[in-house]
Structure formats: structure tokens, C-alpha cells
């Protein structure tokens, strides 16, 4: 407990995310229990929605254990995928890898191209019918511990620090929401998670955990260049051997395209700014020739877990559970997760419905490790486990042919031919030194197909406000200038997809860091990629960062 004096609330369950995994686990709660159990759900986002981007080509799975008759409920989930198409690129043209030979895991019949905000929003609506509580724009900045050392729940709302840390005189201290569990939904790196994971050793004896960097623009096209349904998969260029990651472009309804592009945070290479190898990728002619006569409308960027079934840290601990992306629950190759975030929701609602129904409260949820680690979430992970240790260290080609065979053999007999791969090293363990590399020259945005970091970061409609410390927090404010710079070239100028770190050289003085916070999309790569892990991610005041609107 903090020393600040605060009200308290009492719930059975306090649920921290309203994306896919939280809401999921809110719904189940009620459809369970009804009025008899009290659950609350909190979110950073301004709204429901705000801070969700994904894809996202949907597996509709997780939302059919979850709510059978979603489509007679209207969910926005509507454009079937017609069409799957695969492409190794070149600078200046293409290969299309035939589908027949990809495991069926791979094939996207049956999934739907979506929003996820959307969806959240729709879950949402639903989740509240049911009488759920659900809080926007409240971050939850701290666990509160019970005297045996369980989490008893968070802290939330607490508004009016000022810069300096001191308290303003508008200031709030938020409250304290107790739960005889508490579910930590906030998605890939969650602040809270990760005191959760430190605090109870949740990754002891696991690999650790891998990370992408996804950045996406929704454009419109003409209508003559859209294709309703069509998804398109590439690997190639522009990374070539420079890094691991790949795209995707997603034709949804309203003449609207997805596209998006992935960067693996292991890249050794600290020259390599994954921003602009986004925006050069954007002028290959397949891409290119769908996007040119059409306009950009919105812009984000997110980390993605990526260790999978070998990363995958406990999930339970004494009061509490990790859900969905906040444990690492992607499967790599499919890029997708939002099913099984859903499933795990789902599964931790049915162990904390019984636990409370048997009088018991803030112990361990074994029930629910149980059921992710024999379920589907565990079927799905398992059998992808490989592909992205032999990508990391065997690159592209071993991966698809190796990835390919262990992912059949999966598949026809349950077991893999690689057994479990390890991962080796962390993505900031990954980064060489700057000696060791040649920088690389990125062509200037031509401001029709691609653009700077900053105008794109305007069409994230990110907020903060200014009169906050800021929530990206340096252990050692000499590291930057005293070491990542002359070792690493400092990375954070070109790794984070916001344009939040600079260093300002000028005449006559020393080289000085700059922490341009207001510009912060959440995303969390800073905190996973820092060669030196200095920077540290923590939650704004509630409902900063960016406002997607359909992500």
C-alpha cells in the first residue's frame, strides 16, 4: 500500500484493459453470475477502443466459445477474407508463393478482416447490458498488496501531478479497487504486468519473451483498386538480412485498406530505423499500385509479443492472472492473437467463478493455468513454436523451409520435428554495437505515399497532457549521451515509430537527449529495445496517448 490516503472500492473482480482479453473475461463473469457477481473493468484509452491496434484479420474462434450468436448481435464483424495471397519481394518485383504447400493453420478461410477497436467498442456495449462497469481514461498506476502479499487490486484515477512530481492543487489520489482477483489485460508489455511478473517470478524457466514492432495506416483507395475480402502477406524486401518482419494489406469495406508492417525487435543492427523501412516498403510497385491516387487517414504503431509457447510465463499468481497479450499469446506465423486473448479471458472468468463461488479469494488460480496449458490456446501455440527461433537464428529462407516442415508435422501428428527451440537472447541483448555495422541511407518521404514520423503521428490523434512528468522514465539520465550514443549511435532516435527521443546537437554545446513524451503512442518498443533497458514505460494520467478511431 502507498502512503496516500484513499477511498476504496470492493468488487469480486477487477479487471485492467478493456481489449479483447479483458472484456472477453468481464462478459464471461456475467454470463456466469449475473447480478450476483460485481465485476469493474479500467482503461487507459479515452475511450473504449482508443488504444487498440491490431491487424487484424480475425480468427472468429475466441468470439464463438464466447458469444455464439454474435452476428445476430451485429457485431463489426462483417468482411469475410475472399482471397489469401503470399509474396517474397524483391526491390522491384515479386515471387508469389503458391498456397497449396502452407500447413491449413495458415489458411485464413473463415476469418474476417475487422477493427478490433471496433470490436472492443461492440464487446463493450454488450459487456455493459450485462452490468459491467466499465471506466475509461482511468490508468491504473500501482498493484495494491494484502498483508499475506497477494495483489488486492490497483490504484486508479490519481490526476494533478505536476512536472515535478509535486502534487498540483487540482490533485486527485485516485482510488483503490479491491478484487478477490485481479485481471491484468493491458496488452504486450502492461506496466502493472510487469511489476506482477518481477514481483511472483513469473518468467523463472521460461525463454525470454520476443517482441515485433507493428506499424499501420488505414488508407482509402480508389475503388477501382479495391479488392473486398483480399489479404496480402509479403517477407522480403525492404529488411533483406537486416532484420527479421514482414506486412500485410487488408481490404475492408468503404474502399478502405489496412496496411501494416512488422519489424522483429531482435535486429542486431542499431542503424536500422523500422519507421522508414515501413515507408520505403509502401513504393514497391505491388504495394504501390494499390495505394497511389488514394489518401492515408489514419496512422499507429504497437509492440507484439512474439515468443510464444516457450515465452510464455506463469499466468496465475496469488490474487491475480496475466491475460491475452499481456502474458504473449500470438501465434507468429498467423499474426494473429486476438482469438486466443479472447479464450483466455473466457478461461480465467470460469476458474475466478468457481474460486469465488467456493468462498475462496486471492489465492492462485491454478484452474486456469491448467486450462491455457491444455487447451486450444495451448494447441494453437504449441505447434507454431519454431518458426521464430529459426527465423532469428537461421533467418528467412531456414525459417520458411524448416518452419514449414515442423508446422506439417505439427499438424499431421501433434508433435514437432524440432521439439522446443530456446530464443537465446533478449531483443535489447540483441543490439550490436554501431562499429560493428554500416548506417543505412533511407530515401526522403515523398509525402504521397510515404511521410515523416511526425505529420503521420498526427493521424494517431495522440494527447497527452503536458502538465504531467513524463511517463517515459530514464533509470540514469546520463545513459543516453554518456553511453548508447557512442556505443549504439542511440538507438531510441530511430527505433521508436513516434519520434519521441532526439538528440539535440548544437554549435558550441554538448550533445543533449530529448524526451518528446506529448508524442508517445504507447507502443512500448523503447522499453523493450533500450541496449542499455534505461528507459522505462510507465502509464500517463488517464486517457493519454493516441485515439484510434476504427484500428
Request: include cysteine.
Amino acid at each position: 500500500m502507498t502512503e496516500t490516503a484513499r477511498e476504496a472500492m470492493e468488487y469480486d473482480v477487477v479487471i485492467v484493459g478493456a481489449g479483447p482479453a479483458g472484456l472477453s473475461a468481464a462478459i464471461r463473469l456475467k454470463q456466469l453470475g449475473g447480478d450476483d457477481i460485481s465485476v469493474v473493468v479500467l482503461e487507459k484509452g479515452s475511450e473504449v477502443g482508443a488504444h487498440i491496434l491490431s491487424g487484424a484479420v480475425l480468427d472468429p474462434s475466441g468470439l464463438d466459445a464466447l458469444i455464439p450468436d454474435w452476428k445476430e448481435r451485429g457485431a463489426p464483424v462483417t468482411t469475410p477474407v475472399t482471397e489469401d495471397r503470399f509474396y517474397m519481394l524483391g526491390e522491384a518485383g515479386e515471387i508469389r508463393i503458391p498456397n497449396l504447400p502452407m500447413p491449413p493453420l495458415m489458411n485464413n478461410h473463415g476469418a474476417y478482416i475487422v477493427s478490433m477497436a471496433n470490436v472492443c467498442r461492440w464487446m463493450a456495449e454488450h459487456a455493459e447490458e450485462l452490468g459491467v462497469e466499465i471506466f475509461p481514461g482511468m490508468s491504473c498506476s500501482e498493484l495494491v498488496y494484502g498483508e499475506d502479499g497477494a495483489v488486492k487490486g490497483v490504484v486508479a484515477g490519481e490526476f494533478g501531478i505536476e512536472k515535478d512530481g509535486s502534487k498540483g492543487d487540482g490533485y486527485e489520489p485516485g482510488m483503490e479497487l479491491h478484487g478477490k482477483y485481479v485481471f491484468l489485460a493491458e496488452g504486450v508489455r502492461g506496466s502493472l504486468s510487469k511489476q506482477a511478473i518481477a514481483k511472483f517470478g513469473l518468467s523463472e524457466g521460461r525463454e525470454p519473451q520476443k517482441y515485433g514492432l507493428g506499424m499501420k495506416e488505414i488508407w482509402e483507395v480508389k475503388p477501382e483498386k479495391h479488392r473486398l475480402g483480399q489479404v496480402t502477406h509479403t517477407m522480403g524486401w525492404p529488411l533483406g538480412g537486416n532484420a527479421g518482419g514482414g506486412s500485410f494489406m487488408y481490404h475492408l469495406e468503404n474502399n478502405q485498406v489496412y496496411v501494416g508492417f512488422v519489424v522483429h525487435l531482435n535486429y542486431k543492427n542499431p542503424h536500422l530505423f523500422p519507421y522508414m523501412e515501413f515507408q520505403r516498403f509502401k513504393h514497391h510497385p505491388l504495394i504501390a499500385e494499390v495505394l497511389e491516387g488514394g489518401k492515408r487517414v489514419a496512422y499507429g504503431a504497437r509492440a507484439i509479443t512474439e515468443g510464444g509457447w516457450q515465452s510464455l510465463p506463469k499466468l496465475a499468481f496469488p490474487g491475480g492472472a496475466l491475460l491475452g497479450c499481456a502474458a504473449g499469446m500470438v501465434n507468429v506465423p498467423r499474426i494473429k492473437g486476438n482469438h486466443n486473448a479472447m479464450l483466455s479471458g473466457k478461461a480465467a472468468a470460469e476458474a475466478a467463478f468457481a474460486a469465488i463461488a467456493e468462498g475462496r479469494g486471492g489465492d492462485v488460480l491454478a484452474e486456469y493455468e491448467d486450462d491455457v496449458r491444455s487447451g486450444p490456446i495451448a494447441k494453437d501455440l504449441k505447434r507454431v513454436r519454431n518458426v521464430k527461433p529459426l527465423w532469428s537464428k537461421y533467418g528467412l529462407v531456414a525459417s520458411l523451409i524448416g518452419g514449414g516442415v515442423d508446422m506439417w508435422t505439427a499438424n499431421l501428428t501433434g508433435f514437432n520435428l524440432f521439439g522446443t527451440m530456446g530464443h537465446g537472447k533478449s531483443d535489447a541483448e540483441a543490439t550490436e554495437k554501431a562499429s560493428a555495422h554500416q548506417p543505412i541511407d533511407y530515401p526522403r518521404p515523398d509525402g504521397k505515399l510515404s511521410f515523416d514520423r511526425l505529420t503521420n503521428v498526427a493521424f494517431s490523434f495522440t494527447n497527452h497532457e503536458e502538465n504531467q512528468p513524463a511517463h517515459l522514465h530514464l533509470k540514469d539520465a546520463s545513459v543516453p549521451i554518456g553511453v548508447n550514443l557512442p556505443t549504439y549511435a542511440e538507438p531510441a532516435q530511430r527505433y521508436c515509430p513516434a519520434g519521441v527521443y532526439e538528440v539535440i546537437s548544437e554549435e558550441g554545446a554538448a550533445p543533449r537527449f530529448q524526451i518528446n513524451a506529448q508524442n508517445c503512442v504507447h507502443c512500448k518498443t523503447c522499453d523493450i529495445k533500450d541496449p542499455s533497458q534505461n528507459i522505462e514505460w510507465r502509464t500517463p494520467q488517464g486517457g493519454g496517448g493516441p485515439n484510434y478511431p476504427n484500428m
